[in-house]
């Protein structure tokens, strides 16, 4: 299956809090989107790994991505290597997506970090044909997607793209977050408090979407940066 957006996120719940709103517009326009968490989430302090699958099946059918794959790395102590790279790498070409979505290129939590970087260098990597990978018995055509954006997660950063949408889409978002629904607000949990688990971190999903759409004129947004260039042909193509 060829795919119009691949995302991929440290964590599970990464892509649901920074990308999905982008991502369920695209998918209500009829592209095809699919989902990569590299780990299952397993230091969390509140739930566990099992858990934190299931919420991400539910998520993805919230978001009605076509696809969701897990890498299995170690949540906190993955790294930026050769075996993470060529993982990541097998997923982008079989997928072969136009776009790539990955981390916060810095944040609070430093898998977030960490995962940009290895996204991002296995795209590269994934348009040499040098580099040899290997799916289910068969070898890998070289592919490199058009463009990386990294989503914006817990710290601010200014924006170099901002995808806005209505209202719906914040409400389906905002379902998609939900499914997680050990990791964030709910009063009757007996799990320690976490600072995602406020009732604040759970707002402030919505009223940030609604600061980033008010600089685009838009009810909603979700910001992006990109290390490449942005470009138009035509002043006609600036929003």
Not at 128 to 133: A, D, F, N, Q
């Amino acid at each position: 299956m060829q795919l119009d957006i691949l995302a991929f996120g440290a964590h599970p719940d990464d892509i649901e809090l920074g990308a999905s709103g982008t991502l369920i517009k695209h998918i209500k326009e009829g592209k095809k989107v699919g989902v990569v968490h590299l780990t299952r989430g397993e230091l969390g302090t509140r739930g566990n790994a099992d858990l934190r699958d299931i919420e991400a099946k539910k998520a993805s059918e919230v978001m009605g991505v076509s696809t969701l794959d897990n890498l299995g790395f170690r949540d906190g102590f993955f790294v930026n290597d050769e075996k993470h790279q060529l993982a990541i790498v097998r997923m982008i070409r079989k997928y072969r997506p136009k776009y790539v979505l990955a981390n916060a290129v810095t944040d609070r939590h430093p898998d977030h970090g960490k995962g940009a970087d290895v996204v991002r260098n296995a795209v590269f990597l994934s348009g040499l044909p040098k580099v040899v990978t290997e799916l289910e018995g068969a070898v890998q055509s070289a592919y490199r997607p058009d463009r990386v954006l990294h989503y914006i997660q817990f710290m601010p950063i200014d924006p170099d793209l901002i995808i806005g949408f209505d209202e719906e889409v914040m409400n389906q978002k905002m379902k998609a977050v939900e499914a997680y629904s050990s990791q964030f607000y709910d009063p009757n949990s007996d799990e320690p408090e976490t600072i995602i688990s406020s009732r604040n971190f759970l707002e402030s999903v919505r009223y940030r979407a609604m600061d980033m759409g008010r600089l685009m004129g838009a009810p909603y947004g979700e910001g992006f940066t990109s290390e490449k260039m942005l470009s138009v042909n035509y002043l006609s193509d600036l929003a």
